[in-house]
Nanobody
Framework: QVQLVESGGGMVQAGGSLRLTCSVS????????MGWFRQPPGKERQIVAA????????YYADSVKGRYTISRDTAKNTVYLQMNSLKPEDTAVYYC???????????????????WGQGTQVTVSS
């Protein structure tokens, strides 16, 4: 099992930037994929971006392509989500997730992930 702690959320005006950080502790050697999900008010949780722990392959939802960047620092056991050109529709609780089951492809569904952080609120005002 791994423990995930998100930080870096907050309130920002449209067009601004935020960087979310996910600190990974515990059995980090067992992680294959890391993902960022978000849950807007009144909506279901959805994938935002994913990255392979070893190779650096990435996936982005169409809604954030060109604006968000996911990265990881394996030495620090940390995953980042750089969010630029933020829009009011990006407002959501953002969650970090880890997949510990073997996979050769990036996981993009909630069910594919084993462990979750507590979430951090991102609010973008117009």
């Amino acid at each position: 099992q791994v423990q995930l702690v998100e930080s870096g959320g907050g309130m920002v005006q449209a067009g601004g930037s935020l960087r979310l950080t996910c600190s990974v502790s515990g059995s980090s050697f067992s992680v294959y994929n890391m993902g960022w999900f978000r849950q807007p008010p009144g909506k279901e949780r959805q994938i935002v971006a994913a990255i392979s722990w070893s190779g650096g392959n990435t996936y982005y939802a169409d809604s954030v392509k060109g604006r968000y960047t996911i990265s990881r620092d394996t030495a620090k056991n940390t995953v980042y989500l750089q969010m630029n050109s933020l829009k009011p529709e990006d407002t959501a609780v953002y969650y970090c997730a880890a997949r510990r089951r073997f996979t050769v492809v990036l996981s993009t569904t909630e069910a594919a992930y084993n462990d979750w952080g507590q979430g951090t609120q991102v609010t973008v005002s117009s």
